[in-house]
C-alpha cells in the first residue's frame, strides 16, 4: 500500500510508525512529507519563520538507518516518525543556539538525554525551531533571529518560548515536537497555536542537554497533534537519567495506555482564582463547556481553592531571572560561541555578554543579579522562595483533600498580535495560569477546547507529582467528547 | 526599593554586561517598572515558612563517579573560539604584566 505526501501527514505517530514497521511507509518519505509541508506552508525565515535549522540530507540518512532497522526486523516506538525539536535541546547533527546571537552556529558535541531516547526510538530529527532567546519570553518575538508567526493567523504570535514547535505541529509539519517549560512555555503555545502541550512532573524527564534557564524550574515538554501523539512522545523521553541527579526513579507508566481509561470517581477541581471576574467571558464559556462534558464523563467537579495564585507572576519573575543570572555566566567567550574582543578579559566578558545577549535576557540577567545581590536577598529571592512554598503546599493540600486533578484555562487570552505587547510585566502576566505548576513541580497538560474569534483557545489540566497517567486519561476523555468542537 | 542608575552600573558590572550610558538609563526605568510589582510579596507573612531549596522529592541523588567521561562528537576545538595544546585560551588579565614587554 502507499499513501501520499499529503496523506501521511495526517497520521498519527502511532499510526506513521505502524506503517513503517509494517514495510508499508519508506520513512524517507515520512522526511520528504514533512520538508514538503514545511515548503508548502512557508515555515522559514522569509515566511512564519518557525524552524531555525535542518538538514534534510542528514534527516535522509537517518531515514536510512531506520529502513536498515527495519528490514532486519527491529522498529522502534517511534520508527520513522519525523520530530523537531527547541533550539535549546542539544543536537550533534544541527546547531543548538537558544534563539541567541551568542550561540549563533554552535553545534553541541553531544546530544540531549531527551534526543538520544528519541533516536533509539527510531525518530527522525528534522529540525530545530525558533524559540525566545534563551527561553526568555511568551511568544517567540524575543527570538535573536526574528519573530515566529502563528500558522492559523499569521499576524499574531504563535506563543513562547517553543513557539517554533508548536506553529510545526499546528502546521501538520510534524506530528510531535520537543520543548521547554519553565513558567508554561510549551503550554502557552500549544494553546495559541491549537495543539496539545505537556509539562511532566519537575524529574520526570531528564534535564540533560537542555541549555538551562532556571534549573529548578526547567523541564522538556512535548507538543503532539493530538493527546496520543503527546503520550507517545513523553514516553519515548521520560525516565531516570544518571547525567541529571534531578530526575527522578520513578517508574513511567504507559501513557497511552490512559486512552481506555474511565472518569468515573475522578474528582476534578475547579479552582476559583483561575476563572477571575474579569476572566474573558468567552474563555470561561469554552472552559465550563469542557468542565460539562467532563461531568457527563463521570468525573466530579469540586470548586476548590488555591489561594497563593495571584502571587505566581511575581515569585516566577524573581526566582527564574535570579537562577538565570547563575545560568548564564557561562556565556563568556571563553569556551564556546561568540568572543568579542575587549579590554583585556573582564573587556572581552562584557563585549562578548552586551554583545550577544538580546534586551530581554539582558534585563532579567539584570534583575535575577539584583534580586541576589547583598542587601536585596532577604526581601526578594529569599521571599519569593518562602511564598512559592506557600504555592506548592496550595497544590498539595488541594491533592490530598481528594481532588485528582484541576481543570483551568491555560491562558487568559487567545493569542494576541505580534508587537502588541511592549511592556514586559504585561508580557509577563501572559504566564498567570502556567507558571504555578512549574513553581509547584507538578505536571500539566494544554489541549484545545474551542475557537475564540477562529482563534484557538487551551484548556490545561493539573495533576500531582508523577501522575501523568490521570492527567492523560483524562485528556483523552476530553478530546474525545469534544471532538471537531476542540477546534471550532 | 527604586533601582538608581548607580545600581544599575553596579549589577551590570557583576554581570560582566557592558551597557551604554542610554541603555543604564532605561534600564532604570524598566526594572523599577518590575520591581514595584514585586513589591505585593513584602506584604505577605511567612513567619516559619522555609524557603524552598530544591523541588525534587527526592533529593539529589548522585551518580556512581565510574566510568570514563561521556564521548564528544567532535573536539573543542571545533567550538571554543581560541584554543592551544588542549587548553582554552584568553587575553591576558590587565593585572599582570606582560612578560614579552619586560623581557
Redesign the interface.
Known sequence: MTASAGSLNELSAAELRDRVAKGDVNPRRAVDAAFDRADAVGARKDGLNILLYEDRGDAHRQAAGIATQRDSGESGPLAGVPVIVKDNIAT?TLPTSCGSRILEG??????ATAVRCLREAGAVIIAKSNMDEFAMGSSTENSAFGPAKNPLAPTRVPGGSSGGSAAAVASGIVRIALGSETGGSVRQPAAFCGVVGVKPT??RVSRYGLVAFAS??DQIGVFGRSVDDAALGLHTIAGLD??D??S??EPVARYRDAARGSLTGVVIGRPREYFPDDLDPRIREKCDASLDALKSLGAEIRDVSLPHTD?A???Y??VAPAEA?SNL?RF????????M???????????T??TG?GPEV??R???G??VL?AG?YD??Y?????????I?RDFADVFRSGVHLLFTPTTPTAAFELGAKS???EM?LSDIFTCTANL??VPAISLPIGRVDGLPVGGQFIAS?FDERQMFAAAYALERRLGAGAHQ | MAVTLDDVRHIAALARLGLSEDRAASLVAELNTILEHMDVLSKIDTTGIEPVAGIGAAGLPLRPDVGPPIPLARERDAFAPSMRDGFFLVPRLSTHEDPEATS
Do not use: C, W
Open positions: 550533534t554552535y553545534v553541541s558535541p553531544f546530544d519537575y524529574g529548578s524550574l544518571p547525567l541527579s534531578t527522578a526513579a502571587l507572576i511575581q515569585v519573575y524573581i543570572s555566566a563568556d567567550g571563553v569556551r564556546y560561541g561568540l568572543r574582543d575587549g579590554n583585556g578579559l573582564r573587556g572581552m566578558y562584557e563585549a555578554r552586551s545577549f539582558t534585563r540577567i539584570l534583575l543579579t539584583y545581590s536585596y526581601a526578594y529569599r521571599k519569593a522562595q518562602q511564598v512559592r512554598a506557600l506548592a511592556d514586559p510585566y509577563y509547584a513541580g507529582h
